[in-house]
């Protein structure tokens, strides 16, 4: 079976594909441009709903010391893991927007934030603090730089891992009725889902269920033929 990811995926995940029996070609779709920015202060509270915020955040030698000892809420295991890589201390993660701002409605509703983000993002965070009047600092410290590519091959699985690389990848492709798209999740297959119907959603936003959806997927297919 031969896979297209529209990132580069981790060691671990392009082995374990690998050593299934999969063929994989690594096309990214998108590009993380961090952008020019001055923060000279961050309030207790801070929000993260991305991996490259934190990397971009952290990395930056006059952010960096604003960010310490503040108490953290993010989005995703990888989120997560990042923000105590570096030391700090994560309050609440969850799956999605959504639910993080459930958790902060009920418990930090009068709490100021900084929330630092991408140009292209979820409006769910943004929504809530606006219509609950929850005085917060948006901070847009890098852009997603859509780079599609014209294929010229046929997958039997193509994965995603953002709405951008969906965008990105329509831009200069259609969809073969025979490919099966594999989504890390709800709110990327929400963006494929006006193309094909079908496709795969990981039960978790994590490499290991996006593995098993792909592995659970080939072999019934197969074993169905």
């Not at 994989?24 to 709903?49: A, G, M």
Request: with cysteine.
């Amino acid at each position: 079976m031969k896979l297209l990811a529209t990132k580069k995926l981790s060691l671990g995940l392009r082995d374990r594909l690998i050593q299934h029996g999969f063929s994989l070609v690594e096309q990214p779709f998108i590009q993380i441009q961090p952008l020019h920015f001055s923060i000279n202060f961050v309030e207790d509270h801070v929000l993260f709903t991305s991996q490259n915020a934190v990397q971009i955040a952290f990395s930056n030698p006059e952010l960096s010391p604003l960010l310490e000892k503040k108490k953290y809420y993010c989005v995703g295991e990888k989120t997560k893991s990042l923000i105590e890589k570096n030391g700090q201390k994560v309050i609440k993660m969850t799956q999605n927007s959504a639910e993080l701002v459930h958790f902060l409605k009920k418990m930090y509703k009068n709490e100021r934030f900084s929330f630092f983000c991408g140009k292209r993002r979820r409006p769910e965070v943004e929504q809530f603090f606006s219509e609950n009047n929850i005085l917060h600092t948006l901070h847009e410290i890098y852009d997603t730089v859509l780079t599609p590519k014209q294929l010229n091959t046929h997958f039997d699985g193509i994965l995603f891992f953002s709405p951008s690389a969906v965008d990105s990848f329509f831009r200069t492709n259609s969809w073969e009725p025979q490919t099966r798209g594999f989504c890390i999740g709800a709110t990327t297959a929400s963006f494929l889902h006006p193309y094909t119907q079908n496709y795969s959603i990981a039960k978790e936003p994590n490499e290991t269920q996006l593995f098993l959806s792909i592995h659970n997927y080939f072999t019934h297919h197969h074993a169905q033929k």
